[in-house]
C-alpha cells in the first residue's frame, strides 16, 4: 500500500475514537497486549514517564520531552490526537514518524491485525512502542489516550506517572463524577512508581491519595511544592513573559522563560518541574541550563502546536485546542486579559460534548462564526448555531472551518481579537498553524 491508502486502512477498516466516538473506544487492555506479545514486547525495552489527565497532558508531556531533549536525551514522544498528520502523533527528538515506515509496519503486521481485529489506538500505540524499541530511546514520554486505567498504553511500568488537571470530559466513558473519572485516571499508578499530580483538587486528591498507598507508590502534589506565575511584561526581545517559579515558597529558576504564551500553562509547570525531580533522583542528570532551554524552546524541540498558537497580528489571531468545559474556562480567561475593540470567535465542536455547558462560558459581547470540522463525530455547524442562539450568542454558520476563519478575518479591524478553537479538529485546520516559523 502507499502512505495515503495505509493512513485510509488506519482510518476506515478500524474504530478511531478521535474520529467516531465512543464506538471507537474499547475497555481492557487484552487486544494492546496480544499485539505488544506478538512483537516481543517492546514496551520492555525502554524507559518511560506515563502522563494522564483531563487538560494539560498533551502540554506537559512536550515540556518533558523538551526538557529531556535539552538535557542530552533521545526521547521519544507519544501524543494523540493528530493536528495534520499521522505522524505527528510519534516523534523521537521532536522528528515525526517516517511515512515509510508507517507502511512497511503496517504491511508487516496485518495479518495480525486481521487475526487480533485491534482498535486504531491499539494500533498506534503498539506502532509507536516498537519504533521508540527501534530507535533505542533514552526515555519515552507517553500520553494517555483517554483515560488511564484502560487506556492501550497503560502496560507500559514507567519510572514516573503524571497526571494532570481532573476536570469532566467524556464522562459517558469515565464516570459522571469528578472521582469516578480520577479513579479512572488513578489507573495508571504502578505498584512502587512514583506519581505526581500536578494540582491539590480537594474532590479528588483522596482518590490518589487511597490508590497510591494501595500500591506503595510515593506520591506528590507538586503544587505544594512549586508554584509558576508569569510576570506582567514580556521580554523585548524574544516576546515571552518570564516565569515567576518558586520551590517550597523560595525563588526558583529566576527569568525563566516558556515558549507556550497560554497563562494556564501555569497550572502544569508545577508537575513537570516535579516530574523532572523525581527522574533526577533516579539518575536522570537534568541541570538547569536544560530546564531553562527546554521550557524556553519546546515548540521548536518538540513540535508542538496549537496551545494559545499566535498566527496573526494586526487583528490579533490566536489558535487553542482547549476543547471541554474546564479547558475553556482558562482561554476565556485568557481572551479576558486582552485589550481588543472587537472579539471574533470561530467556534466548532463535537456531537459528544456537554455543548450548552461549553456555549455558556463564551463570552456573549462576542461575534461568533460556527463551523464544523471535516470529521464524522463534529457537530453541525447549523446545530451549533441553533444552541449559541440559545445561549445568547450572536453569529452566523459557516460551511466549512476555513470559510469560517475567511469570514473572521474579512471583517476584523487591526485592533480586533480574531480567536479560533473549540475542538482539536477546528484547529487542525487552519493552515497558517503550519506555515515556516
Known amino acids: 500500500m502507499t502512505y495515503p491508502e495505509t493512513l485510509t486502512y488506519l482510518y476506515e477498516q478500524l474504530p478511531m475514537f478521535q474520529r467516531v466516538g465512543a464506538a471507537g473506544f474499547k475497555k481492557g487492555l487484552g487486544n494492546t497486549l496480544a499485539l505488544a506479545e506478538a512483537m516481543g514486547h517492546p514496551e520492555h525495552k525502554f524507559r518511560s514517564v506515563h502522563v494522564a489527565g483531563t487538560n494539560g497532558k498533551g502540554s506537559s508531556s512536550h515540556m518533558l520531552a523538551a526538557v529531556l531533549q535539552a538535557a542530552g536525551y533521545k526521547v521519544g514522544l507519544y501524543t494523540s490526537p493528530h493536528l495534520r498528520e499521522f505522524t505527528e502523533r510519534i516523534r523521537v527528538n521532536g522528528q515525526e514518524l517516517p511515512a515509510d515506515h508507517l507502511v512497511a509496519w503496517v504491511a508487516r503486521w496485518r495479518p495480525l491485525f486481521e487475526q487480533v481485529q485491534p482498535s486504531f489506538f491499539e494500533m498506534c500505540v503498539a506502532l509507536a512502542f516498537q519504533y521508540f524499541a527501534e530507535q533505542h530511546v533514552d526515555v519515552a514520554i507517553v500520553e494517555v489516550g483517554l483515560g488511564g486505567r484502560y487506556d492501550s498504553t497503560n502496560i507500559i511500568t514507567p519510572l514516573v506517572s503524571l497526571i494532570t488537571n481532573i476536570s469532566y470530559d467524556h464522562q459517558a466513558l469515565l464516570g459522571n463524577t469528578l472521582p469516578e473519572i480520577a479513579g479512572e485516571k488513578?489507573?495508571?499508578?504502578?505498584?512502587?512508581?512514583?506519581?505526581?499530580?500536578?494540582?491539590?483538587?480537594?474532590?479528588?486528591?483522596?482518590?490518589?491519595?487511597?490508590?497510591?498507598?494501595?500500591k506503595l507508590a510515593h506520591l506528590v502534589f507538586a503544587?505544594?511544592?512549586?508554584?509558576?506565575?508569569?510576570?506582567?511584561e514580556p521580554v523585548p526581545e524574544t516576546g515571552l513573559r518570564p516565569l515567576v517559579l518558586s520551590q517550597h515558597s523560595r525563588p526558583y529558576l529566576p527569568n525563566t522563560e516558556l515558549g507556550l504564551p497560554g497563562d494556564y500553562q501555569q497550572f502544569n509547570l508545577p508537575g513537570v518541574l516535579a516530574t523532572l525531580d523525581e527522574l533526577r533522583a533516579q539518575g536522570f542528570h537534568i541541570t538547569e541550563t536544560a530546564v531553562r532551554m527546554g521550557l524556553r524552546q519546546v515548540s521548536q524541540l518538540t513540535g508542538l502546536r496549537g496551545r494559545w498558537s499566535i498566527i496573526g497580528r494586526r487583528p490579533l489571531v490566536v489558535c487553542d485546542t482547549g476543547h471541554n468545559a474546564a479547558g475553556l474556562r482558562l482561554v476565556v480567561a485568557q481572551l479576558q486579559r486582552l485589550k481588543y475593540r472587537q472579539l471574533h470567535m470561530v467556534i466548532g465542536t463535537v456531537n459528544d460534548k456537554d455543548v450548552p455547558a461549553m456555549l455558556a462560558l463564551?463570552?456573549?459581547?462576542?461575534?461568533?462564526?460556527?463551523?464544523?470540522?471535516?470529521?464524522?463525530?463534529?457537530?453541525?455547524?447549523d446545530d451549533l448555531l441553533e444552541q449559541g442562539k440559545t445561549a445568547g450568542l450572536?453569529?452566523?454558520?459557516?460551511?466549512?472551518?476555513?470559510?469560517a476563519v475567511a469570514a473572521a478575518r474579512s471583517v476584523a479591524g487591526p485592533d480586533d481579537v480574531v480567536f479560533i478553537g473549540g475542538s482539536t479538529f477546528v484547529v487542525a485546520e487552519v493552515e497558517d498553524l503550519y506555515a515556516p516559523a
Not at 223 to 232: G, H, L, P, R
Not at 364 to 377: E, G, Q
Open 223 to 232: 503544587d505544594q511544592v512549586y508554584q509558576a506565575e508569569f510576570s506582567a
Open 186 to 214: 488513578a489507573g495508571i499508578i504502578k505498584p512502587g512508581v512514583p506519581v505526581v499530580v500536578s494540582q491539590t483538587q480537594p474532590e479528588v486528591a483522596p482518590v490518589f491519595q487511597r490508590e497510591a498507598a494501595t
Open 362 to 381: 463564551l463570552p456573549p459581547d462576542a461575534t461568533y462564526y460556527f463551523c464544523a470540522a471535516n470529521i464524522p463525530r463534529a457537530l453541525p455547524a
Open 394 to 403: 450572536r453569529g452566523q454558520a459557516y460551511a466549512s472551518v476555513p470559510a
